[in-house]
């Protein structure tokens, strides 16, 4: 028997609705279920053979359980090591790399130190920052942003130098990242699984949070949604991500990849809606099956030199692709 075991946090609709799908497949070697956590002891190995992680990023103790339980051989969704690695500054430079486009992006040091440091241990910084280069590279309106965030928290908008000094001022210890602002026409936001199957959905991220998600989207031009699965795809496979969203503005017919750093994306059925949610279901849940199934026990590679270097964006293992083109209403 092949347990499949799922960590989440405050969500109750999605790990809910994953347990039940899965369990409703009736495969007598695979059961799902919440994942119990007691007594953590070094190198043995965790009841689970395949784990759905929706949490880690906010408790280090799940993130350090998983960590331990990838080296006995249960396979994490998604991938903790990586995961604990990866930012979001560095993702836009990866993404421009592998020809994603992606708005100019500086990374900026913290405005205020960090608990336990000061002015010495920041002698490597040259100052004052030569600020004009940095506007003149980004231009305004820009986006002000974390590094390595989420829920829209310490994002400004900001529109002259001004503008984004008052906002900077605000930013505490936060490493921040400085984005030229999309003017975008189309939004759209993308679940990608299994570093396969994507979804896109058109977003209007200007509404009230539970209308976000656009219920009968206007036509969109194939050209574009190609591109945006394909990129889609790029971005996930380089970043070895088997659930994520990634997040595109487009302005005169280029989608921007603004945002892929999202390892446990959003999926409650009262922000995604029903459609959205029976996708994101049924996908994960035939992605943890499959991966009960193929599990062997044996380490997976956990280094990502290979990931990173720009794999090719067609079908993997010969597996048809599928992208759902609801978005077209
Ligand atoms: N370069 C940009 N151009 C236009 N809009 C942007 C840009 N960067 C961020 N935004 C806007 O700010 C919002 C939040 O930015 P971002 O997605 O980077 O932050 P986040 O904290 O990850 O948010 P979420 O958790 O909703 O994904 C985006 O949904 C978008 O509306
Ligand atoms: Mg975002």
């Not at 490597?124 to 940095?134: A, H, Q, R, V």
């Not at 989420?150 to 210890?173: I, M, N």
């Not at 029903?274 to 956990?302: C, P």
């Amino acid at each position: 028997m092949k347990k499949i075991g799922i960590i989440f946090g405050m969500e109750s609709t999605f790990p809910p609705a994953l347990v039940d799908k899965i369990n409703s497949f009736h495969d007598p070697d695979v059961q799902a279920e919440v994942a119990v956590i007691g007594e953590v002891r070094m190198a043995e190995p965790s009841p689970y053979h395949v784990i759905i992680d929706r949490i880690s990023h906010d408790i280090p103790f799940y993130r350090g359980y998983l960590k331990n339980a990838a080296l006995s051989g249960s396979i994490i969704i998604n991938n903790p090591f990586w995961w604990s690695a990866d930012d979001k500054f560095f993702n836009f430079a990866l993404g421009t790399k592998l020809g994603v486009a992606i708005p100019k992006t500086v990374l900026l040091p913290h405005k205020h130190h960090p608990p336990g440091t000061t002015d010495s241990s920041m002698r490597n910084l040259e100052y004052p920052l030569p600020w004009e280069s940095i506007f003149d590279y980004v231009g305004f309106p820009a986006f002000l942003k974390p590094f390595d965030g989420g829920g829209w928290k310490d994002v400004y908008k900001v529109g002259s130098p001004g503008e984004f000094f008052h906002a900077y001022d605000q930013t505490r210890d936060l490493c921040m990242t400085l984005q030229t602002a999309v003017n975008f026409k189309e939004y759209f936001r993308c679940y990608c699984v299994g570093q396969q199957m994507v979804h896109i959905m058109q977003y209007d991220p200007s509404l009230p949070f539970h209308e976000r998600y656009v219920k009968n989207p206007a036509p969109v031009d194939p050209k574009l949604l190609e591109r945006v699965e394909r990129d889609c795809l790029t971005l996930c496979r380089a970043l070895g991500y088997d659930l994520n969203t990634v997040e595109f503005a487009c302005e005169d017919g280029i989608p921007y990849a603004i945002d892929f750093m999202n390892p446990a994306p959003d999926a409650d059925i009262h922000s995604v809606g029903q459609a959205n949610f029976d996708w994101i279901v049924n996908q994960v849940a035939e992605l943890a099956m499959e991966k009960a199934r193929k599990h062997t026990g044996m380490v997976t590679e956990y280094r990502w030199s290979a990931l990173l270097g720009g794999p090719s964006t067609g079908s993997k293992n010969g597996q048809a692709r599928q992208i759902s083109q609801e978005v077209h209403g």
